[in-house]
């Protein structure tokens, strides 16, 4: 199995560019189901997750081709609007493919969605199959898959009990060429979603209050297609921000839009971590000490789930005591055990609230990454520990973040990948 052998209490220096966001990707590549036209992207990233969601849709059907850092996908003639089970339950986001299929052929079946194993009781559907009935599919489970068939898509007023990303994007693309105005109460906000139905609109849907909390979407009989270009990956500029603030370094993250961080930046300045913001970069500066502060993930705008794990990582060295207080996924700060075996004084309260009295030295062990953001805050840890840190289980990794051991060895870690 593949790992990641790191040399600890590294300095980091230079710059380092952020790659495209992987949770835009995830949607945009189902949404080109939508049109009949051909769409092209831009600034995906290389990343496991990207290459099973082009797999799946190569497996419709779709035609695909790549050109100069640029994708072209045709969704003209697809073959079927049956999910291959063996690939869809592979990874979480094959749930994305389910709306834009509904959408347009009226029918569609899918496996139970794979993915990291964060939430209770796997990652449940709930959300997506109340609001599916409440577009008018009737819905049956046969074999171990969902069969979803509608005689027409109706719009609906519909209210979403939890603030979920993916169900709202799932919606907005199910609603696009329903018929009427489809109203979305308690909607998710973040970044993704604004990008996704930007694009939408230009081809032709109407969409209004992406990034509120409240969206409408009046149905039209087709959408066109065109150019999208993914948006920079937030959670990755964050870590990078986090890893320089944990070595001390300067570090410069480019093509990146700190507006999206600002949950963490804000945490940052206050702890005495000072960064500079120049247009589409962020510089952090290399800082003697900082405090600790207290977390509570929170849907965006607030400080994303997605970087709990690595801001942990920080407050492990940082000066006091601190409550990190994960209220998304319940099975998300379990990575800490490793945290305490590497020698940070952590207590665990329950499965959603940690203590951390901080700074502690800590020291390299042989790790496994249990999920890709846990995975990447191993990453983190290991970089100031002393001595050697083994990671296994790096495919966690490797779905998210891009070449990520060439690109950090080119900003000082010392980080090595055995095959
Ligand atoms: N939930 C349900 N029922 C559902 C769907 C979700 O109970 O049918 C619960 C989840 O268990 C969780 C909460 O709702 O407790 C929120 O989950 P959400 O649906 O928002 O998560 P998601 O849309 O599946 C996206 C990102 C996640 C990110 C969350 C932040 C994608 C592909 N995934 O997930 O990204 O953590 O939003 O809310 O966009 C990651 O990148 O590491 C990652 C897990």
Same mark, same amino acid.
């Given at each position: 199995?593949?790992?990641?052998?790191?040399?600890?209490?590294?300095?980091?220096?230079?710059?380092?560019?952020?790659?495209?966001?992987?949770?835009?990707?995830?949607?945009?590549?189902?949404?080109?189901?939508?049109s009949s036209?051909?769409?092209?992207?831009?600034?995906?990233?290389?990343?496991?997750?990207?290459?099973?969601?082009?797999?799946?849709?190569?497996?419709?059907?779709?035609?695909?081709?790549?050109?100069?850092?640029?994708?072209?996908?045709?969704?003209?003639?697809?073959?079927?609007?049956?999910?291959?089970?063996?690939?869809?339950?592979?990874?979480?986001?094959?749930?994305?493919?389910?709306?834009?299929?509904?959408?347009?052929?009226?029918?569609?079946?899918?496996?139970?969605?794979?993915?990291?194993?964060?939430?209770?009781?796997?990652?449940?559907?709930?959300?997506?199959?109340?609001?599916?009935?409440?577009?008018?599919?009737?819905?049956?489970?046969?074999?171990?898959?969902?069969?979803?068939?509608?005689?027409?898509?109706?719009?609906?007023?519909?209210?979403?009990?939890?603030?979920?990303?993916?169900?709202?994007?799932?919606?907005?693309?199910?609603?696009?060429l329903?018929?009427?105005?489809?109203?979305?109460?308690?909607?998710?906000?973040?970044?993704?979603?604004?990008?996704?139905? %930007?694009? $939408?609109?230009?081809?032709g @849907?109407? #969409?209004?209050?992406?990034?509120?909390?409240?969206?409408? &979407?009046? !149905?039209v009989n087709q959408i066109s297609?065109?150019?999208?270009?993914?948006?920079?990956?937030?959670?990755?500029?964050?870590?990078?921000?986090?890893?320089?603030?944990?070595?001390?370094?300067?570090?410069?993250?480019?093509?990146?839009?700190?507006?999206?961080?600002?949950?963490?930046?804000?945490?940052?300045?206050?702890?005495?971590?000072?960064?500079?913001?120049?247009?589409?970069?962020?510089?952090?500066?290399?800082?003697?000490?900082?405090?600790?502060?207290?977390?509570?993930?929170?849907?965006?705008?607030?400080?994303?789930?997605?970087?709990?794990?690595?801001?942990?990582?920080?407050?492990?060295?940082?000066?006091?005591?601190?409550?990190?207080?994960?209220?998304?996924?319940?099975?998300?700060?379990?990575?800490? %055990?490793? $945290?305490?075996?590497?020698? @940070?004084? #952590?207590?665990?309260?329950?499965?959603?609230?940690?203590? &951390?009295? !901080?700074?502690?030295?800590?020291?390299?062990?042989?790790?496994?990454?249990?999920?890709?953001?846990?995975?990447?805050?191993?990453?983190?840890?290991?970089?100031?520990?002393?001595?050697?840190?083994?990671?296994?289980?790096?495919?966690?990794?490797?779905?998210?973040?891009?070449?990520?051991?060439?690109?950090?060895?080119?900003?000082?870690?010392?980080?090595?990948?055995?095959?």
């Open positions: 199995m593949s790992k990641f052998i790191i040399q600890g209490q590294t300095k980091l220096s230079g710059e380092i560019t952020v790659k495209g966001a992987k949770n835009s990707a995830l949607k945009i590549i189902p949404a080109s189901i939508l036209e051909t769409i092209s992207l831009k600034n995906l990233p290389h990343i496991e997750d990207i290459k099973k969601s082009l797999e799946l849709l190569a497996d419709l059907g779709a035609v695909i081709k790549e050109e100069d850092e640029q994708i072209s996908i045709s969704c003209r003639n697809l073959n079927t609007t049956d999910l291959n089970p063996n690939l869809a339950n592979k990874f979480r986001a094959s749930i994305m493919f389910v709306g834009p299929l509904l959408a347009r052929f009226k029918q569609v079946s899918f496996p139970h969605p794979g993915g990291c194993v964060i939430g209770a009781g796997g990652r449940p559907i709930d959300l997506f199959i109340e609001g599916f009935q409440a577009f008018g599919a009737d819905i049956k489970v046969e074999d171990g898959l969902y069969k979803l068939k509608a005689k027409k898509i109706k719009a609906c007023q519909h209210f979403f009990p939890l603030i979920s990303v993916t169900a709202t994007e799932t919606f907005i693309m199910t609603a696009i329903a018929e009427g105005t489809t109203t979305l109460y308690n909607c998710a906000m973040e970044p993704e979603i604004k990008a996704l139905t %930007d694009y $939408l609109n230009k081809c @849907a109407k #969409i209004r209050g992406a990034g509120t909390p409240t969206i409408t &979407i009046t !149905g297609a065109g150019e999208f270009t993914v948006i920079p990956d937030r959670i990755e500029t964050g870590s990078f921000a986090i890893m320089a603030a944990i070595t001390k370094s300067k570090l410069i993250i480019n093509n990146c839009i700190p507006e999206h961080i600002l949950a963490l930046l804000t945490i940052l300045k206050k702890i005495g971590i000072n960064y500079q913001i120049n247009n589409n970069s962020l510089t952090i500066l290399p800082n003697k000490n900082f405090r600790a502060h207290d977390i509570k993930t929170h849907e965006y705008p607030g400080f994303p789930t997605d970087l709990q794990s690595p801001y942990t990582v920080l407050m492990t060295q940082a000066n006091g005591k601190s409550l990190i207080h994960e209220t998304i996924y319940n099975r998300r700060l379990l990575f800490v %055990d490793m $945290l305490s075996q590497m020698g @940070a004084d #952590i207590v665990m309260c329950d499965p959603h609230r940690v203590v &951390i009295h !901080g700074p502690t030295p800590l020291i390299g062990k042989q790790l496994t990454s249990p999920d890709l953001r846990a995975g990447i805050a191993m990453i983190i840890a290991a970089m100031v520990a002393q001595g050697k840190t083994e990671i296994d289980n790096i495919y966690q990794i490797d779905r998210g973040y891009e070449k990520i051991d060439q690109r950090l060895s080119a900003i000082g870690v010392n980080i090595q990948r055995n095959s």
